[in-house]
């Protein structure tokens, strides 16, 4: 998947329509994970009602889908799955943490479920994962200067109506939260982490870039593909109802508003919490590694290489720039002495076999923040 992108995407998971996923999921019975679920009735409430029959509950994946009608969400009417743990039920009188888990850019929320193993990952530990609709490439802002009819305010959606939702229909621990995303979902994790700084202890981004200043090193990429983003949403089918480039902040090279977003701008809101950090820088320097000695492996070897650099070109290009971002945020953090964790994997490309091992590596360090 190429998610930072909002010009072109491999995701599989939008090879089929939301709403066949969700005419889908509408056929699955509606079972209860426990008796406390079986009377519980999800009505309307936090600007959120829930539409065409759902939820949807699906007790093979511990999981509850939501389709909404949101307000300030014009675009599409948005969906969130939430995740219950295996004890949900055995222990009525429990509340859990909660870890927002953000798709990447042309994503949806069922992209970690289907892409991401998450709900295996996640099989024995006591965390409500929510994964909700973050708009094609809204980078988990609002859109400012939306078309008329064309509501895209996608930070007031997941901070202000589905978290509150979540708290309210489930057992959750609202003082022990965490964040994390890939790609665009990564930016977003950083992005909110900080902005809402008493809601998580935990912030973590796999191959999300950190710094979007036009005049640094990758940063005016980043900032160019976060003005371009409003079309990822017409890219993935909603055409009729999406936005334009420059209605997230503007058409200014770098307006006000992105200075309280950019991460770099805000490095003292990440002190005292939990921040894990993960990119590559591509795969384009391995094609230019030494060949092997045997001659006759040295034809296959090459086709090999070449098969490689075109077919991850644009994830390596994405990569690359989110790890200049990285390393810079990174010595800008060790600076001013905040604690964090930041590795930098060598020949690992923007996909999710890379970030598929950043959360199973990510997850233990999570949990032991949510649970002390």
Known sequence: VVSMSVLKSKATSLKVSRRSLLAGAAAVPLLAFGAAETAHAFGASHGLTPIDGSPWQHPELRSIDFRFRAQGVQVFDPSVRVTLPESYDSSPDRRYPVLLLLHGGRGMFLDWSREGNVIEATKGQDLIVVMPDGGGGSFYSNANYPLPGREAAWETFIMERVLPYVHENFRTDPSRMAIAGLSMGGWGALALGQRYYGHFRSISAYSGPSDCRPGSPGGGAVRAVIWMGPVADALNGY?????????????????EIAKGYNPMENIEKYRGKRLFIRSGDGTILSTFAPL?????????????????????????????????????????????????????????????????????????????????
């Open 292 to 372: 092997p000695s045997d001659q006759d492996r040295i034809l296959d070897e090459l086709k090999r290489r070449a098969r490689s650099f075109i077919d991850n070109f644009g994830a390596d290009i994405q990569e690359a720039t989110v790890h200049t971002t990285n390393e810079r945020f990174s010595n800008a953090l060790t600076s001013a002495g905040i604690d964090h964790d930041y590795k930098f994997l060598p020949d690992r490309t923007h996909e999710w076999g890379l970030w598929k091992e950043c959360f199973a590596e990510d997850l233990p360090g999570m949990m032991q923040s949510l649970n002390s």
């Open 239 to 255: 055409w009729r109802t999406s936005n334009l480039p420059g209605s997230t902040w503007g058409n200014e090279v770098y307006p």
